[in-house]
């Protein structure tokens, strides 16, 4: 039976592997530290779980609207103006099955086959991987430390044809953990919008910065597509939920793919995040990132002294992506060393896109102060 | 900013024209009938609610893998086997965001741009929207009552050309709630497979079978791929979880495509699922299949004394697919005198297709028998 191009051309997350042979090792007893892992230790905040817990003693488990439950989006839009001073109108937030979603919808409401989306390189892989689902072109665009991984309006100018639909950012950025300024992101905005394009701007990873305030593209612009997510800051993963902001020109259509493609998002995991914006939550939230930027004190200094090279020091989500061309040639090779002998699980550039990618590890620290010291410790021992 | 052809190629639900109109008029204090609405009026089974809330209590909720949930995928092998003597391994099975991911990742995993994919008309409206979101051409195949609204083999031999990717077919089909007998499936099949096409079947409504016992194709063939969910039967809508049994040959790429296009389904969802097929569950869910054939055999007679003509009896899901060109020369005009002067709400042939779609009706019977008396005297009022 047939299997179509776009099936055989997507490419699987290879973290996938490592963390098959981390689990192997597990069964086996192995005590794996997992820094692996592209989502928060903490569990879900509790305010959430107990307004999921209420919603569904009453047993009505619906459809919602396909752009979502109207007070989740009033809410949001309320976060926005009380957190971020931006006017982002309810109806121009579409409530989606996690960021994968909302992504999804945006790439297909703009994609026409063989266009091309400039993204940098490194970028989150599934990017690349739904441009290809609608036939479209991932260009990529190198970026390097001296840039912070972020493309610039060089990189744009350079890269864009008559066949560019657009560019992907992110900020912060996975897997660098790197920030747009406002005054970069509007200048990316600016030669995107004069050539006729469009800007996605991911803020998966919103909220979760050290030592800078966090911030959204909303403040500055409306004529751009924003991806956000409950699953990172708000600890909300496995309920699969998120949203995108659409450009009014865009909101109809949007409307239309969202009722098809997914019919709604989870009715339960909607009821449970209007508890996400409860000041206690925040305050929970908070306490979160104060705990993550700990970390993120004692990883960077800890990996820097072992060799790794973070030219610069990422100031958000919670990633770092190191340069580990001084310890090994090939940051896998590296990688299946650090499982297999010190059993500390980390993901090869690989997955993040073809620059360089045998250079790079990242690093989530996703895991407590406790482990993260004894990760050091042991890769310390692997490197001797 | 660019919208793409797909974008504005894509249909929107006609019915969420009338759901509206249905909102407004009870916002003016009006009562209305919902005989529009696709899912059942039962809450979800508390068995369900209860496995939900014990899981919430943990607080745990991450990501699962993109497969899903390693027990629930047993769990639903072990039901083919039990209920209907069907050997479906667990490895086989994708769960989804609902039917609608697996329908998403079916069509994603076998279509390329241009690619034809044969279905009756009238059918569900996503399916065609799909098929032109993966740049496939729907290509209708127009079904009457002579054959209950299914296709044949003559159908898809006169049908198929160079470029058709494949066949799908719906038992129980919305909207006519007519079924496939395993010979007819077996037929079509053969005549797919023998062009090297795909067949997908959609047993979205398996369990909601009156008169008749339900089915499935897997216990007859392993090489198609078969859609099916937890809203209809198992009462879970707005969890907003489904299934798709792949062909051996397609396992691999299915599991590529889910984790780009979801990450995983809704893990909360997920556990509440695990009770689904629990004895109990299956008591409640086995009265309520009664009800529904208690409903069905109250607004059938009701409506044929009103003049909607039914030649074919639908023996599942609950919908009836009525003929009402006796009463009027256009069901949306028709469904629009309904909701005006009846307030009852109901969906015209129009969203399922381009086949004499303005002689039918969609009546859903999702509601109370009394309501449903009820709906039928206020029509018979609008009708003198």
Redesign the interface.
């Known amino acids: 039976?047939?299997?179509?191009?776009?099936?055989?051309d997507?490419?699987?997350?290879h973290v996938?592997e490592l963390l098959r042979r981390a689990r192997e090792l597990e069964a086996e007893g192995r005590d794996i530290i997992h820094m692996e892992v592209g989502?928060p230790d903490f569990?879900?905040p509790?305010p959430i779980?107990d307004a999921?817990?209420r919603f569904?003693?009453?047993?009505?488990?619906?459809?919602?609207g396909a752009m979502g439950l109207p007070q989740l989006r009033e809410a949001i839009s309320r976060f926005y103006r009380e957190r971020f001073s931006a006017e982002v109108p309810a109806h121009r937030i579409a409530i989606t099955?996690?960021a994968?979603?909302a992504l999804?919808l945006a790439l297909?409401?703009?994609?026409?086959?063989g266009?091309e989306w400039l993204l940098p390189d490194p970028s989150y892989?599934?990017n690349r991987?739904?441009i290809r689902?609608?036939?479209g072109i991932a260009k990529p665009l190198p970026v390097d430390p001296d840039t912070r991984f972020q493309p610039t309006s060089d990189h744009v100018r350079a890269a864009w044809s008559p066949r560019t639909?657009g560019l992907m950012v992110a900020t912060p950025s996975n897997p660098t953990g790197t920030l747009l300024s406002q005054s970069e992101l509007t200048a990316l905005r600016s030669e995107v919008i004069q050539r006729?394009?469009?800007l996605i701007v991911d803020e998966i990873y919103q909220g979760l910065t050290y030592g800078v305030e966090s911030s959204t593209a909303l403040s500055h612009m409306d004529?751009v597509f924003v991806v956000n997510s409950f699953s990172k800051y708000f600890g909300?993963?496995?309920?699969?939920l998120g949203w995108l902001v659409a450009?009014e020109?865009?909101v109809r259509?949007i409307?239309?793919?969202a009722?098809?493609?997914?019919?709604?998002?989870?009715?339960?995991?909607q009821h449970a995040a209007l508890a996400a914006f409860e000041p206690r939550t925040l305050d929970m939230l908070e306490a979160r990132r104060a705990e993550f930027a700990e970390r993120r004190a004692t990883l960077l200094p800890g990996l820097r002294k072992l060799g790794f090279e973070v030219a610069t020091e990422p100031q958000g989500a919670f990633y770092i992506y190191a340069d580990v061309s001084k310890l090994c040639d090939d940051s896998e090779t590296l990688a299946r060393r650090f499982i297999e002998e010190a059993g500390v699980a980390t993901t090869p550039g690989l997955d993040f896109g073809e620059h360089h990618p045998r250079r790079f590890l990242r690093i989530a620290y996703t895991t407590s102060q406790r482990r993260l010291i004894e990760a050091v410790e042991r890769l310390a021992s692997v490197l001797g």
């Open positions: 039976m047939h299997l179509s191009r776009r099936a055989l997507i490419q699987p997350f996938m989502e569990p879900t509790q779980i999921a817990t569904l003693a009453g047993g009505d488990v619906h459809y919602t099955p996690g994968s979603g999804m297909a409401a703009t994609t026409d086959p266009d892989p599934c991987q739904l689902a609608f036939e639909r006729k394009g469009a004529d909300m993963t496995g309920w699969r450009p020109s865009h259509v409307e239309k793919l009722q098809h493609f997914f019919i709604a998002a989870s009715t339960p995991a």
